[in-house]
């Protein structure tokens, strides 16, 4: 299935008109893990022409692309999913060995984007227009008829991050494709061979030549030129506030969704169940070595709460399996040196400033132990910059109206968990912060996938959704006939 996708030498090339081509500039990236740093693969380091190129071949197969009908469109999607569900362990395995997952949630994440796949097709079958007559407005007529339809914007620039290369590329290329547009797929350099396996499985499954395109590169090379590119006509992007913010700066009026950062609050009140939340928290916190923008970032509880809390958190946490992603564990390396670096600057940061080190603060090359910190104060680094790592902190407070006004007070705002029996006191917190999404006891998480999910502030910018983001992608098409009856 995944023939000519790369040679024997593990150089992968770009998926350009239906074909796997190497780039004129013969420069390639290693791609290594970041279990062991052995070397995976290598992806093309393509050139601005070869992204004048991609773009105009996506320009030329989308005027066939937008007449297809929806039927096919969908047979497609279906297919895919089923491809997917089928080379879901070999898959995974790429996702292991090129961003540390481990395997569970590397399995998990295909499977899951097989599901959101399918979800979009079914939900394509659903898309109707409207029909609208000018007599229901006063002075109107029922010689006036306006027919309401989606048309799709154009070209997609997708642009995936290295924690899920294959679930949020296809968030952003299935929705994009049932509605009609073409797709330009810039995966992650550490992640870039997931994301070229997934555009292997779309072209397998009868994609028209020319309707996804891929380009590998360097952001710091071709970056800035293709979100600038005047061909480019949405950009989905996922990944830091700080880049989201330049290609904000930067993109003109080229409509933008974005899905950046987080510091996500885990709000606990006295009458919550704690045992519950300690699991809750662990999980969300810990996945993935907290590599998620999702993840809780920092609790926020009472003295009374905190004081029974940290036993639970520190029991779990030191329960936690910590090692190789092939094997059954949760903490796994995060994915480079310098990640690993910011996070345990934090966690100095921190340590120096008096916070309480309950456990953790232990670290091997780019393999951080999982770390709670206590009495955490807001003049440390850790209570507002997100670690993407496995550290949290608790930031005691004197009641819920002060865990409101330092929750609120973060450059971010994606999400927040209220914690509480009081389902009173839960929409009272819930109302007043400040995030797209709050969860009441449960950790913050993305999905169901056709659920909204959305940050406000710097977490972001637009609705994102199965639905929600066909609806972003596609527009409005008017045609009023003036009857003559």
Not at 297 to 316: G, H
Not at 361 to 377: C, G, H, M, Q, S
Not at 415 to 440: C, H, M, P, R, W
């Amino acid at each position: 299935m995944f023939k000519n996708l790369c040679n024997e030498e593990k150089i992968y090339k770009n998926l350009y008109n239906g074909e796997w081509v190497e780039s004129s500039t013969n420069k390639l990236i290693e791609v290594k893990s970041p279990v062991d740093g052995q070397l995976i693969g290598k992806i093309q380091a393509v050139s601005k022409e070869e992204v004048d190129k991609a773009i105009a071949n996506t320009k030329e197969a989308g005027k066939a692309w937008a007449k297809t009908p929806m039927y096919e469109r969908t047979k497609i999607l279906n297919k895919v999913a089923e491809l997917l569900d089928a080379r879901c362990e070999e898959i995974a395995d790429i996702l292991v060995a090129e961003i540390g997952k481990d395997k569970r949630s590397s399995v998990s994440e295909v499977k899951r984007t097989a599901d959101y796949i399918r979800f979009t097709a079914n939900l394509g079958e659903s898309l109707e227009g409207e029909s609208l007559s000018g007599d229901r407005f006063p002075g109107g007529s029922k010689k006036k008829l306006c027919l309401v339809e989606r048309v799709p914007l154009g070209t997609v620039l997708a642009i995936a991050p290295f924690n899920y290369p294959v679930n949020l590329a296809a968030s952003k290329i299935a929705p994009a494709l049932i509605g009609g547009n073409t797709v330009l797929l810039k995966p992650p350099s550490q992640g870039a061979i997931s994301g070229l396996y997934l555009a292997a499985v779309f072209n397998e499954a009868g994609l028209p030549k020319g309707v996804l395109n891929t380009i590998t590169g360097k952001g710091s090379e071709i970056g800035d030129y293709v979100v600038t590119h005047p061909g480019i006509d949405f950009i989905n992007f996922t990944g830091s506030s700080d880049v989201g913010q330049h290609i904000t700066e930067i993109s003109s009026k080229t409509p933008l969704m974005l899905e950046l950062g987080g510091k996500d609050a885990a709000i606990v009140l006295e009458d919550a169940d704690l045992e519950n939340v300690a699991e809750d928290i662990v999980l969300g916190a810990y996945s993935y070595s907290g590599q998620r923008c999702t993840a809780v970032k920092r609790i926020l509880a009472t003295n009374e709460v905190a004081d029974k809390l940290v036993p639970m958190l520190k029991e779990k946490i030191e329960a936690l399996k910590v090692g190789n992603p092939n094997e059954d564990v949760t903490i796994v390396p995060l994915i480079d040196d310098k990640s690993a670096d910011f996070v345990q600057g934090l966690i100095d940061d921190a340590m120096e400033k008096g916070a309480t080190l309950v456990t953790g603060n232990k670290r091997e090359k780019n393999l951080i132990y999982p770390t709670l910190f206590d009495n955490v104060t807001v003049d440390m680094r850790i209570a507002w910059e997100e670690p993407f790592g496995p550290v949290l902190p608790i930031i005691r407070v004197k009641d819920v109206d002060e865990a409101i006004d330092i929750a609120n007070r973060s450059e971010y705002g994606l999400q927040s968990s209220v914690f509480t029996k009081d389902i009173n006191k839960a929409f009272y917190i819930a109302k007043q912060l400040e995030v797209g999404v709050v969860q009441i006891n449960n950790k913050p998480e993305r999905g169901p996938d056709h659920f909204p999910f959305l940050g406000v502030k710097a977490s972001g910018m637009g609705t994102q959704g199965i639905g929600y983001s066909i609806e972003a992608m596609t527009r409005h098409k008017v045609i009023v006939m003036n009857l003559d009856i």
